[in-house]
């Protein structure tokens, strides 16, 4: 598919961020400039610690104090909204609600339509005949599934998701790929989604965004133009992963110099 | 069927005591046969004056208890949500909180008489700190990441304390809740023993006065069970907030 046309919906220019640490000073985000237009996925890959969540939690409105401008629709990011849906790495899903009543949780209000959105939403996922589960009787795909229909239930403009699939297994961790294919056509969100994941990244995104580490800064993106639905061993597919791969290695053997 | 093999220990051994206290091992003015603790039991209650002891012991434990929860609540939940206001009153309740608290007790009876309010204080005090404590850890260790989900749906404060702090904490204070109220009927015994013209625990005491060991073990029963029940009925009402933990 070809975003080119639609309108921006994101806008980052000039973001920095820094954390403070025993009076030290640790930059984590340098001149970070991104423009996401509405529809596209967007996949952020990095090594860990180079600032591709706190950019997440930046757009979801979790963290303050950064300069730049964060512009949603035209209009700065201020604190966390309705309009960004997020999935956390952890499913945190509340212990003491079933499935629906989590769905039905973030609610903007509540009505017959809105109660039809929560059940159409856990259909959505796969979840018809889990409404009342409790999260601890649920697998982790599942558990992640419903935080998923969570995130989505208000229709947001953006959904984020950290790392939603990190800690699943292989398996399950690709049948939550066509999940999500799915679920994306259907909605016709915008995604942003980080992972460490390359292979995970190309199989999804529209552009695939390639993080450097401290400070962390977009170091290159691709544009991916593969069809869905995509092959993992085609040759195409492979020669993205490995230019990706390749961003990668070649920061890896620079800093293994010192090492030996 | 599971439920009733707990009773066989206990029923053998009031069957040995029954058998003891027939054949005379036991005399009777130092442990009366179980038969006869019924009777005097049931005699007792044949004259009303059973049900008013019973029922003020109940009230006053019913009284503090409420006392108690209410302002342990509220101080639990600041001290829990709010670190400043934790650095200023929690040490103060902590020193407090190692005093015995039979200590206290020629000061309320000072300070209060001899009449109910003394004896309620001393209760409420009793279930004070269980609940105070629990509810106060309970909001403190809460898992910051579900607290990070309501701010994502834009939850305010106060939403936010009700729609995530408290179920989250609700566990914790259940269990302090139970503590809270075990440490009640603890605290009923000591003020009625100390002083009171009705209450079970002036029915033990005036059997330890008359010598009469009957009333004495009849009370313990009747404390034994007024405390199970009123545990039971805390379990029940927790439960609706705790189904989420039953498998």
Redesign the interface.
Known sequence: MNYQNTSTVLSISGLNKDFYSQKKIVPVLRSLNLEIRRGEFICIVGGSGCGKSTLLRII?G?ENNYTGSVLLDEHPVQ????D???V?Q?H?L?????VKENIA??LTERNSESSRSVMEHIKLVGLSGFEQA?P??LSGGMAQRASIARAIVNRPEILLMDEPFGALDAFTKIQMHEEVQHIRAVEETTVIMVTHDIDEAVYLADRVVVMSNRPGTIRNTYRIDIPHPRDRHSAEFVEYRKRIFGEFFAQVKTSQDYII | MNALVGFIVPAILVGIWELLSRVGYFPPNWLPAPTVVLATTIDLARHEELLQHIGITIYRVAAGFAIGVAVATVFGALSGCSQWFRKLIDPLLQALRNIPSMAWVPLFLLWLGIQESSKITLIAVGVFFPVYLNLMSGIMHLDIKLIEVGRVFNLKKIALVRRVVLPAAMPAFITGIRTGLGLGWMFVVAAELMGASKGLGFLMNDGQMTGRPAIIIASIVLFAICGKISDMFVVYAGSRFLRYKEN
């Open positions: 979801a979790l604190g966390p909204g309705t960004r849906g997020v956390f952890e945190r509340f212990p003491w609600l079933t949780f973030g409790y601890h009787q």
